[in-house]
Every structure is written in structure tokens, then in C-alpha cells.
DNA sequence: CTACTTGCAAATCATTTGCAGATGA
DNA sequence: TCATCTGCAAATGATTTGCAAGTAG
């Protein structure tokens, strides 16, 4: 069935958990059962999540008893200094999204459902940088977040 | 000393006491102490504030008992609700600003020393009113937050 | 008067931590 | 082997709440 080829290199980008395998070899830690199903998980589809869906996710996947909140927060945690995924603050709970791969974007918050909606603005990326030029600011990450009612929700209320 | 003039009427803005008295009497509310206390704190200086801090503040201006963490809090909350302030949440704690009577803008966080610096960007207003128009997006606020080092952590951590 | 407020103590609740037993390299 | 991990139970810590006594209008 198979050919005799010439081969060649090339570089193909890594796989998320092969991402955070060399993270944490890095770093001295170990890629256990927990570490590699969370990541595996977590990158099956591209989605906002917040720590208890995750888990409620999780448990579906398996028997009790395999994984506990405390790692899954732990994990969280690596994935994010990782810089696989991205972290921010909603209402009070703390609300995670791929970084690793995925294009920067900034979100619209619905309050009404509550859904976010990701958009894209690379002017807005040079409007930032331009602030930060002008404070002699390092910049770091930044993030743009408009609160306010969606499309959807806008139709339903004006019933 | 005083002259006989012709008046005439002119209307001037309201104080955030004025404000704040206004809001309450329209929720059936009422101007207590406690809340005149610490709406007039809150605007004495224009700065960040949490609740601890402010909550030091006052202690250090009245005898213990006058004033209750709860008490600080509820009112933080009804400033908010009332539009005279706003609130962000930072690394865990509500960190709050004026916002009556004073021009939106946005920040520059350091990660290093903390502090926050305002930055103004009409060009930023315009660029979010675009993203929201596309996505059909009725915006209530919105807020940009940009991470990284101050000119003057960068100097010292360059020693 | 009397409904709204306050301070107190206790409750929340998401997240974190200490620790003894389990496990990956 | 043995340092790193995990699950468990308990701790945290900012914020919130129930309630009886206080107070503004």
C-alpha cells in the first residue's frame, strides 16, 4: 500500500495538548489523566465557559470521583498562564475562551441573555497601541469589552 | 455690602450630594447620614477606590459605630445604580470611579505597581458604535482595559 | 407614626489551600 | 524512587442578607 517518498520537514503548529504537554514539561510538571482530558475537553469546541460548566461537562464524561473541582481550577489556572486559554471576570464568576490559535478579538455582552458575541477590530488594536505610546505604556494584553442588549433579545423586548 | 441687582435665572449643575438626594427621593429612598457621609467622601478627591479604602477613610473621620461595612457597601451600590459612580472589577475586588460629572475614558492598568491611568480616545467611542452597528448591537456602556508596565515600574525594573 | 435604614452577626459562594494517599517520569 | 498530583474537607475573603432596634419625613 505504501510508496516509497522522499520526505521533508515542515513545521506544523502543535496541538493544544501538545501545546501545554511542552508547557508543562517547562515547567517541571507532569501531564496526568486530569490535565490531558481537561484539555482535550476544553479545546473540543470553540465556546465561552465558566468553571462549573466545565466540571458539569467533565463529570458526563466520566465516573465519579475522577476529578474534582479543586483541579479543574488548578488546570484552569496552567491553561491560562499557559496562554492556551483567556480569562475575564462576568458577573462575578470567572468566564474562560481560546487564546491558543485563535485570532484576538474583543466581545459584546448581552444583559439581557447574557451571551457573548466575539468581533474583530485591528483599529482598535492601533488606537491602543497609540494610547499606550503616548503614557510611554508597555502593553501587555488588552481588552475591549461593550455591554448592552443584542439583536435577539432587542426583537423579543419589543414585543 | 450687598448691591440691589436685577436676578435672572441660570441653571447649573447639580452636586453629587444634589444628585444623589434627587435619585433617592425618586425611589422613595432617603438621605440618611450614613449616605450624605459618603457621597460627599467619595467625591471630595477624584481617584480609584475600593470599598476598603474607602471604608478606612471614613472610619478615620468619625467614631466607630457611626458607620457599617454593610451600611458602605448598600450605598456603594445605590451610587452605582444612580450613575454617579462606576464600578470594575480588579483582581478579585470592585474598584470604583467617578462618573458623574466627568468625561468617560478609559485605562491603562500596571500589573507591576497597580495603579490605573486614564486615557481618553473619542476615535475608540466611534470604532465600538461601528462594531455594534454590525452586529446590530444596542450599546448600554462600554470600557477598554489595556494590561501591562507604567513608564515609571519600567524604568525601576530596567535597573 | 411607620416605612425605610442601620449595625450586627451570620450566611454566601466562587475559589483556594493543607494534607495524606496516589501516581507519572 | 520520589517529587509532583489528586481528592477531600476545610479555609478564605469579599460581599450579601436576616433581623431587631433606630430614624427620616
Given at each position: 500500500m505504501s510508496k516509497d517518498y522522499s520526505l521533508r520537514t515542515v513545521k506544523v503548529p502543535l496541538s493544544p495538548r501538545e501545546r501545554f504537554a511542552q508547557f508543562l514539561q517547562a515547567k517541571g510538571k507532569r501531564m496526568t489523566r486530569q490535565r490531558q482530558l481537561i484539555v482535550d475537553v476544553v479545546f473540543s469546541h470553540h465556546d465561552h465557559f465558566d468553571a462549573d460548566e466545565l466540571m458539569a461537562h467533565l463529570q458526563g464524561l466520566l465516573r465519579r470521583r475522577e476529578l474534582s473541582r479543586p483541579t479543574v481550577y488548578r488546570t484552569l489556572g496552567e491553561l491560562t498562564e499557559a496562554g492556551l486559554i483567556r480569562k475575564m471576570v462576568l458577573s462575578g464568576r470567572s468566564v474562560y475562551e481560546h487564546q491558543y490559535g485563535y485570532p484576538r478579538h474583543d466581545h459584546l455582552h448581552?444583559?439581557?441573555?447574557?451571551r457573548l458575541i466575539e468581533f474583530h477590530s485591528p483599529e482598535l488594536e492601533r488606537l491602543v497601541r497609540e494610547a499606550a505610546v503616548q503614557h510611554e505604556f508597555q502593553v501587555n494584553s488588552h481588552r475591549t469589552f461593550v455591554t448592552g442588549i443584542c439583536a435577539d433579545c432587542q426583537r423579543r423586548e419589543s414585543r
Open positions: 448581552c444583559e439581557v441573555c447574557n
